[in-house]
């Protein structure tokens, strides 16, 4: 018999993208407050559809570039200016988790630096960087003093994994770095992790682990005084990308 494509229910895809950076020692999500129907005037992670012309990652650096102004780059290749870490995270197709037909969502994990104020794109009307705890929880008051409402759609589950795979990935890999500028110091690395574990860590045994990996970090011959006190080592990523021993989270 041959294929016939009405025999199948219609859908659509989508990216979503858990977009992470830290902003005052706090890890923070994008967020952006829908304008249009379904859930208009709820808070959700950005992202769109995906166009007919475009594979997956073409759609979702796509969407990163709109709502962000941030390209994707290749993690394994040097830093870059305006630039950001763009990874798959994982696929959700619940048949409910869309009112308006049957949507799956490829969701996409994005890290980069202290970013700017965002702007709303698309079908949004308001963005902003919240706590990723704020984001993910269910109830009370946020840091502005409106009620926290559950993300839509299956977002605060998307952003969930989205924080995990941050979280673990971490331990053993120079995924930390994605957050720091092309050159920065080991105390600002550590504030990183601390930011992204929510702990804090002794600099000390944090400085041995991450520079006794060799080519983890490579120093840039460079100092700089921006945190106060004495001038500081400046470092850039370097061509290890795993962290051996891998660093493990601390229990909270």
Known sequence: ?????????????????????VRRHVLCAL????????????????????????????AAARELAEETGLRAHDPSGPAQDNGAHLEQLATYGDPKRDPRMRVVSVAHLALAPDLPA??????????????????????????????????????AQILADGVERARSKIEYSSLA?????????????????????????????????VTGTPGFLV?????????????????????????NPPMLRPEV
Do not use: I
């Open 31 to 58: 967020a952006v407050r829908r304008g249009e129907q379904p859930f208009q005037g709820r808070w959700a992670l950005p992202g769109g559809f995906v166009r007919s012309d475009e594979d997956l990652s073409q």
């Open 118 to 155: 965002p702007r709303a794109g698309g079908d949004a009307n308001s963005a902003r960087w919240a706590p990723v705890e704020e984001l993910l929880r269910q109830s009370g008051h946020g840091r502005e003093g409106e009620p926290v409402v559950p993300l839509a759609f299956d977002h």
């Open 219 to 243: 120093p840039t011959g460079g100092t700089t005084t921006r945190q106060g006190g004495r001038p500081a080592q400046l470092f850039r990523a370097g061509g290890a990308t795993l962290l």
């Open 177 to 209: 770095t994605a957050f720091c500028p092309p050159e920065f110091t080991v105390g600002e690395l550590r504030r990183v992790y601390e930011a992204v574990w929510g702990v804090v860590l002794d600099p000390r045994n944090f400085h041995r682990k």
């Open 1 to 21: 018999m041959p294929y016939d494509p009405s025999a199948f229910p219609p859908f659509a895809v989508t990216v979503d993208l858990v977009v992470l950076t």
